[in-house]
Structures are given as structure tokens and as C-alpha cells.
């Protein structure tokens, strides 16, 4: 159970209820006063801040998508003046500019305090030795775990994540004993010691593995491989970043931590709340944020939730894995990616046509995309060595604009599947 405040991940329905009320009250008067797209956005609904007495009311409220935060680059859902911004985190959007949120120092703090809970329900303590392979920079995987990792003053090595070898070494001689990344690197990661000969070296004992999807099979091979104890971590840049839910022990499911976001599931067509146990889009309202909060935020995850109790004692309800999700985003190697930035690269190649499909596959571990690209017809016929560099200069602002490493593979006019609906842009060969 949290050592940091039992009380709270325990509390019984009605007093979680009347807290979130309580809270959601306040944050829809801060936001409504303080954000002028969400007062606007409320205004065209007909809700003012009072109409919103406690949770009951939250289907009052207007939703948030990712195109209102495009809209809004650089930052213009805050809800508090800028100077008084510590920290910017971010994720990719689906064009373009990145997503970016801005968090307070009191934001930093509600993060900590998230992700802290999930550290300590997998065992982490002031004597662990957490190994942070996140990614460090704007994606909140590094710096998220760091920070809970050092308020439970545990041992951090931030190694970001890559360089595997310098990675599994710095693992053994440290001795590592919690490691987080995303779940297909911790595979990699086990795949290189074993290949190196330390497994057996190695000391580990849990793993926070998330950013991802991941499925009960990757969990058994995980743990299997490392010997160690694999739980889930979820979240989103807009939201906090991971410690929005994790799992305790009875890994049956990823609890919530309610006293800082609601979560609904809707219907993704009609918007209409679900009951819980249905599968729906996750919608998830801060509660505590003060710097850039999100109402009815449509994260386009796809879940259950389950208010059932369970055997941990926590009381929080939880959500159960990730099944997919309502766009075609793609996360390769922990870095979102959606079919739009691509084709947004090629639409300023002029020697291609606009016709391409994005294959993601996993090999030993490790994803990998693969961009399927056509060529004009009268490109075609031009030397190999044209192509190649045709190839290389998608690859490199590929690269550049989205921020990871694709292979570019152009095929022949006319050879890629056409459709008179809905053109298929993405094939995901991988299985989680
Ligand atoms: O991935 C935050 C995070 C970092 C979570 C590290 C856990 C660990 P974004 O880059 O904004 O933030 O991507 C958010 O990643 O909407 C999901 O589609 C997916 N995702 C995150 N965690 C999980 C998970 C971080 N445990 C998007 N299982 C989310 C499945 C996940 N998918």
C-alpha cells in the first residue's frame, strides 16, 4: 500500500465521490474563468461553473480533443499566466507541432506523488535501485519516474533509454532492482544480457513498463526472462504523464488514481457515457492540475473499467488493458506516430505519389517501420542511385519531423492497395 498517503487510495465510494466533486467544482471555476477556449467552449454548450454541483454533472461539460491542443500551440490552454510555469513535457500530435503542456510547480508535485503510488505498489523503497530507460526530454517517461523514484529517495540511474550494452552493464555493476522502460525494450534489454551472458548476473526484481501496449504473454515472457515482477504503468502527456493508473500486486487490472482525475468510457461514436464493464473510449477530467487542466479529455484509448474492490485494499476503480484505440496511431518504440505526419513529409517530395502504407513490425524485440512509398510514373524509370537518395531524404525528415528512424521503401507505380472507402494506411504486423 502508498506510503505516501494510504488513506486516499483506500477511501470508500462515497467519500471518493464527494472529494471529486468537491474538486471538479473548483477546477471547472478555475478553468472557466481562467482559460478562454474552455469558457467559450461552456458558453456554446449552455453550462456555466454552477450548473456543475459533483460528478454527476459531468456530462455537462464539453469535451476535449487532441486538435483543440494543436490549435492551441505552443500553449494556449493555460490556466495560469505563464511565469508561473516550471516544467514543458509533450508527446507527438497528429500533424506537425508537437502536443506541449505546461505544468506548475504544484503540477510537478500531483505528477510525483502519481507515479510515486505506482513505484511503491511494485515494492520500490528508499534502498531500490531504479534504472529510468524512458526516454528523457519532452516525453514524461524519463523525468516521470525519476522524480517519483527520488521522492521515495531510492537510488536513480537515469540512463534515458538506448545504448543498451553501456545500459545492461551499468545494471550489473549497480545492481539494479527496478528497472522501468517500455515493456518491448525491457524485452530487448533481456534478450541482449542473456546474448552477453549476465543474465544471471543481474539483480533485478520488478519492472514499471508502460508507454505502450503490452499483453499478459509479453508479461509472462518478461518475467520469465528477468525474473522479476512486471507491472503495467499508464498514462498521457495531456493528462500528467504515467501514474495516471497502475497496477498493484493482483495485476488484475490498472488502478486509478482518482483524487486527481476522473475517468469515464463513452461510446466513440456517440458520445454517450458507458456503464461501467463496457468497452469505450477512456475520457479522463483533471481534477487537481492547475496549469494546463483538461476537461473530458478523449484520450482515444480504448478500455473497461471496473469499480469492482479488489484484493489489495485499494478502493480506486481501475481500468483494465489497453485494446486498441479509436485512430491509427502508432507507437513505435515508445514514440507516437500518426499516419498523417508521414504523409505530411511526403506530400513535400514532389517525386512521389500520394499513395503509401506505413508496416510496423517488431523483430527481436525492437520495432521497426517500414514506409512503403510510391513513385511517380516517370520517376520510375530514373537510375537506382535517384531512388536511393529519393529514399534517404523521406527517411531523414521523417526522422526529423516525427523523431524516429524509419525504412524507406519505394515500390512501383500503382502497386500499393487502393480503396474506394477508407484507405488502409497502416498494417501492424506486431503482436504485443
Ligand atoms: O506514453 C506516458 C507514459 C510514459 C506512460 C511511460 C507510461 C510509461 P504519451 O507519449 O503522451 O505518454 O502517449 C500516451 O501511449 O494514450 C496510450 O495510447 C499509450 N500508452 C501509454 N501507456 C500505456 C500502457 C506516455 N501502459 C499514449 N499500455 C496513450 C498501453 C499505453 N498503451
Known amino acids: 500500500m502508498s506510503i505516501l498517503n494510504p488513506a486516499i487510495e483506500c477511501m470508500s465510494r462515497e467519500e471518493m465521490t464527494k472529494l471529486q466533486s468537491q474538486r471538479l467544482q473548483s477546477a471547472v471555476k478555475h478553468e472557466y474563468d481562467n482559460v478562454p477556449f474552455y469558457r467559450k467552449r461552456m458558453d456554446e454548450a449552455g453550462v456555466k461553473p454552477e450548473h456543475i ?257 479488489c484484493s489489495c485494499g485499494r478502493t480506486t476503480i481501475r481500468m483494465g488493458r489497453l485494446t486498441g484505440r479509436t485512430d491509427d496511431m502508432l507507437i513505435i518504440r515508445g514514440v507516437n506516430v500518426f499516419p498523417g505526419q508521414i504523409e505530411s513529409v511526403l506530400a513535400g517530395v514532389s517525386e512521389v505519389a500520394p499513395h503509401y502504407l506505413l508496416v510496423a513490425d517488431r523483430e527481436a524485440s525492437v520495432d521497426k517501420l517500414e514506409v512503403r512509398v510510391e513513385l511517380t510514373e516517370d520517376m520510375f524509370s530514373d537510375t537506382v542511385g535517384q531512388i536511393q537518395s529519393i529514399s534517404n531524404t523521406i527517411a531523414s525528415q521523417i526522422k526529423s519531423v516525427v523523431g524516429i528512424q524509419a525504412d524507406v521503401k519505394i515500390v512501383p507505380p500503382r502497386s500499393l492497395p487502393r480503396s474506394e472507402g477508407k484507405t488502409k494506411r497502416v498494417l501492424d504486423n506486431r503482436r504485443v
Open 53 to 309: 454541483l459533483g460528478i454527476e454533472d459531468l456530462h455537462l461539460l464539453p469535451f476535449t480533443v487532441k486538435d483543440d491542443l494543436r490549435e492551441g500551440f505552443p500553449l494556449g490552454l493555460l490556466a495560469v499566466p505563464k511565469e508561473q510555469i516550471v516544467r514543458i513535457q509533450g508527446s507527438s500530435g497528429t500533424l506537425g507541432n508537437p502536443i506541449l503542456v505546461g505544468y506548475t510547480a504544484g503540477d510537478i508535485e500531483i505528477w510525483t506523488e502519481m507515479v510515486a503510488r505506482a513505484l511503491t505498489a511494485l515494492g520500490c523503497r528508499k534502498d531500490s535501485i531504479v534504472q529510468v530507460a524512458y526516454g528523457y526530454g519532452l516525453f514524461t517517461g524519463g523525468l516521470g519516474l525519476h522524480q517519483a523514484a527520488s521522492r521515495l529517495e531510492a537510488m536513480v540511474i537515469p540512463m534515458s533509454s538506448g545504448n543498451t550494452q553501456r545500459q545492461l552493464i551499468m545494471m550489473r555493476e549497480l545492481g539494479t532492482t527496478v528497472l522501468c522502460c517500455t515493456p518491448s525494450y525491457a524485452a530487448f534489454l533481456g534478450e541482449t544480457a542473456r546474448d552477453m551472458g549476465i543474465l544471471s548476473q543481474l539483480k533485478l526484481k520488478s519492472g514499471c513498463f508502460g508507454g505502450e501496449p503490452w499483453s499478459e504473454k509479453m508479461r509472462q515472457n518478461l518475467e520469465g526472462l528477468l525474473n522479476i515482477d512486471a507491472r503495467d504503468i499508464y498514462g498521457l502527456s495531456e493528462i500528467a504523464g504515467p501514474g495516471v493508473s497502475f497496477e498493484c500486486e493482483e495485476k488484475n487490472g490498472l488502478h486509478i488514481n482518482e483524487d486527481h482525475v476522473i475517468a469515464e468510457i463513452i461510446d466513440p461514436e456517440s458520445g454517450e457515457k458507458l456503464p461501467y464493464g463496457a468497452s469505450g473510449e477512456l475520457v479522463m477530467t483533471t481534477i487537481t492540475k492547475t496549469g494546463q487542466p483538461m476537461i473530458r479529455y478523449r484520450t482515444r484509448d480504448i478500455c473497461t473499467l471496473d469499480n469492482q474492490s
